[in-house]
């Protein structure tokens, strides 16, 4: 069957960002991968074989019997990623231990020949099972979006990922944002992509919001991701936050 429209476009974005990575991790040399990562306690081989993990998970998942129904959203696999980490931590450890930048490397080309396959076949209404629950097969390329940018930036920071998958990414982490605080009284703003309201108390009904925070998108990533922190994009002018409520910094990061 055939991908429906939003499934097509996230398996578009998806593709696209993880080929830039495969690319990407074929030119690092040999000599980088036992260097630290951006990661705390992670060298480049083993965000490497993490990056082979994440876009391997589709295929994997695949292989598994089909629940009935999905019950997670993008939203409960964001939030619940920060519990996670700890085994996530112990997995891709493993992963990496042992083996040469040249097997790593040919671990992420094998990965993402295998998600590019499968996004190409498979029904975005399937549901596969994932670690948190079961999920529409949409809505999990949704979540490699999200990884995907992510550790794209980790990987290579001066690469800007791909615009679809950037814009997907936005999205899925502003829709957790709203999902983990629920209200109207602050609006998010990240041009040109999306807008939302969250936070409990007062409802804004017309005219200017009296708590705004507007960023551009690499910059929600990034402090959604924890890879900068509220004060520095502030100070920086990266974040432009106004009203008293505006102070979003409890709520982050996400992942």
């Known amino acids: 069957m055939r991908l429906s429209e939003r499934g097509s476009a996230a398996a578009d974005a998806c593709t ?23 990661l705390t306690g992670w060298r480049v081989a083993d965000l490497v074989a993490h990056l082979a993990m994440c876009a391997g998970s589709p295929a994997r998942w695949l292989a598994e019997a089909a629940p009935e129904r999905a019950s997670a959203t993008v939203a409960d696999y964001l939030l619940c990623l920060t519990a996670a980490a700890p085994s996530v931590d112990e997995r891709t450890r493993a992963l990496a231990a042992g083996k040469t ?12 020949d295998s998600l590019r396959d499968v996004v190409a076949e498979v029904d975005a209404a399937r549901v596969i099972p994932t670690r948190l629950a079961p999920m529409r097969f949409d809505d999990f390329l949704v979540t490699r979006c999200v990884e995907g940018v992510v550790h794209g ?33 602050v609006e998010v703003r990240v041009p040109p992509i999306a807008a939302v309201q969250c936070v409990e108390g007062p409802r804004h009904t017309r005219g200017t919001p009296s708590n705004v925070v ?27 936050a106004s009203g008293e409520r505006s102070n979003i910094s409890a709520l982050l990061p996400i992942l």
């Open 101 to 112: 930048p040249a097997r790593l490397r040919a671990d992420v080309r094998s990965a993402v």
């Open 153 to 185: 930036l980790d990987l290579s920071p001066a690469v800007d990922p791909d615009a679809g998958a950037l814009r997907i990414a936005t999205r899925a982490l502003l829709a957790a944002l709203v999902a983990n605080a629920p209200g109207h009284t």
């Open 16 to 38: 696209a960002q993880w080929q830039s990575i495969a690319d990407a991790v074929a030119t690092l040399p040999d000599s980088v991968f036992d260097e630290a990562s951006p």
């Open 214 to 240: 507007e960023l551009d998108p690499l910059t929600w990533v990034r402090l959604a991701a924890g890879r900068l922190t509220w004060a520095e994009a502030v100070a920086d002018g990266r974040v432009r």
